[in-house]
């Protein structure tokens, strides 16, 4: 009896760690990486911060089932200037009460050379408590990453995870998208990187399909479409497991982003922002009728 309750433990655990992927790749772009990743110039400003509405969609039902908020800083690390993101997730209605997320991601990326020096996720999912640390170092064109784990109770996870020369953290790879130069997109072409989580180094791939319009609440945004590829198991489908739409703007902020489930889908949209370095001018008012 005892070990089918841990192995309902660990099924309803696994379920929570993937809603909480999906949950942060659907955020899926938000600070600068090293230099062989970015493709453009940066383009936020100290104190943006951006939030974000999360739904589950079921057929034709779709239901709010969390929020989200990314805050950029200007800090040091380790003595050195530095950009700092923070992300901070909580589910909410339903969603909260079949499993509570309380999440904080940081990053800090060097201003000199736009290197990520050091990325850490603090969770606490349905009174589950884990630290991730990845401390990151370079050398020639490889990314070594030392990846620390551990619950309140012992260490889970202490090794070096080595990676081609564009490897991120989840928050980096938010921000890749966000580095794109517009004016040098060819249409299905595809940018390769990989994001290390937890024990893992898993390949990504962004591709670009052209502009599209977005509309939620009587607001249309004028977008890029991006498919993207996610090689990993908490993914039952790899090959274009998420879509995500990016403001046609110099802020390059994403609209929306949509991954599909084993059961429907979860979509999240832009909702509110301040201090972004440009004005928003993706978005357009539909006269209300």
């Known amino acids: 009896m005892k070990e089918k309750d841990n192995r309902r433990r660990a099924v309803r655990y696994r379920s929570k760690g993937t809603f909480c992927l999906i949950f942060l790749l659907f955020l899926s772009i938000t600070h600068v990486a090293r230099a062989q990743c970015l493709q453009g110039t940066t383009v936020f400003s100290a104190e943006e911060k951006v939030e974000f509405d ?100 012992r260490v889970k996870a202490d090794t070096v995870l080595v990676g081609g020369s564009c490897v991120l953290d989840i928050l980096g790879a938010l921000m890749y998208a966000r580095s794109f130069d517009w004016n040098k997109m060819e249409l299905s072409h595809r940018y390769q990187l990989q994001v290390a989580m937890g024990k893992t180094v898993i390949p990504i791939s962004y591709r670009y399909e052209g502009q599209q319009i977005v509309e939620k609440n009587n607001v249309k945004y004028r977008a890029r479409y991006f498919i993207i590829d996610i090689f990993d198991d908490a993914f039952t489908q790899s090959k274009e497991a998420m879509e995500i739409w990016i403001g046609d703007d110099a802020n390059h902020l994403p609209v929306k982003v949509r991954a599909k489930l084993k059961l429907g889908a979860m979509e999240a949209y832009y909702s509110s922002s301040a201090n972004l370095r440009y004005p928003l001018d993706c978005r357009v008012e539909i006269p209300k009728k």
């Open 54 to 153: 999360v739904y589950f969609k079921w057929g034709l039902l779709m239901t709010k089932g969390g929020s989200a908020s990314i805050t950029i800083k200007e800090k040091t690390y380790e003595g050195m200037p530095c950009w700092n993101s923070e992300l901070l997730l909580w589910s909410t209605g339903m969603i909260d009460k079949v499993f509570s997320i309380r999440d904080t991601i940081e990053n800090y990326i060097g201003k000199a050379d736009q290197r990520l020096l050091f990325a850490t996720k603090r969770s606490d999912e349905g009174g589950y408590y884990q630290i991730d640390n990845l401390t990151y170092s370079y050398q020639g064109e490889a990314t070594h990453v030392h990846a620390f784990r551990r619950n309140r109770e």
